[in-house]
Every structure is written in C-alpha cells, then in structure tokens.
C-alpha cells in the first residue's frame, strides 16, 4: 500500500524527529529524520538540515510527503517503514 502523510503534528529540533498522521493510521507517528540525515549527510542539502532554523521549516507537499525549501524530499513510504506509533 502506498503511504501518504495527511498532517505534521510537532517538529523536534533537538531530535530530530516529525509527528504526523498518515493516512491510514489512528495513531500519531513519529518518524526519525535524524538517521536519515546521518545516512545521507554528504549530500549538502541534506546536511543541511541539521541546521535548526532548516527543519523546523518543513511541509507537506501535495503528494503526502515532507519537503523542505531546499529540495529535499524523502519517500512517504520510507518515512513510514521508520515511524513508530505514538499512543495507544
């Protein structure tokens, strides 16, 4: 099944993490950005994300997926095989 993001929820800075709500869910995700970063880090713009003031600033495209200013992008179907539920 293919996964979209419907809404975010929180941006954490400090870790690096994004809730959200897919679509097919009725719990909260958290998803952490932070290993994709780190996987990823040689790419400038990715990289860039570390910088607070860079991911606090992220959306949602019309497609479900987070996207920031600087082109990045990541497949809502890998954000989502990262997430983990919040609550119950």
Do not use: A
């Amino acid at each position: 099944m293919l996964q979209y993001i419907e809404s975010i929820k929180k941006v954490d800075t400090k870790t690096y993490t994004i809730e959200c709500m897919f679509h097919n869910e009725v719990v909260m995700r958290r998803i952490p950005i932070g290993k994709l970063i780190s996987q990823y880090q040689d790419t400038p713009q990715i990289k860039e994300l570390l910088q607070p003031q860079v991911f606090s600033q992220v959306s949602l495209d019309s497609y479900g997926t987070l996207v920031w200013s600087n082109g990045i992008d990541f497949c809502p179907d890998v954000l989502y095989g990262l997430s983990e539920p919040i609550g119950d």
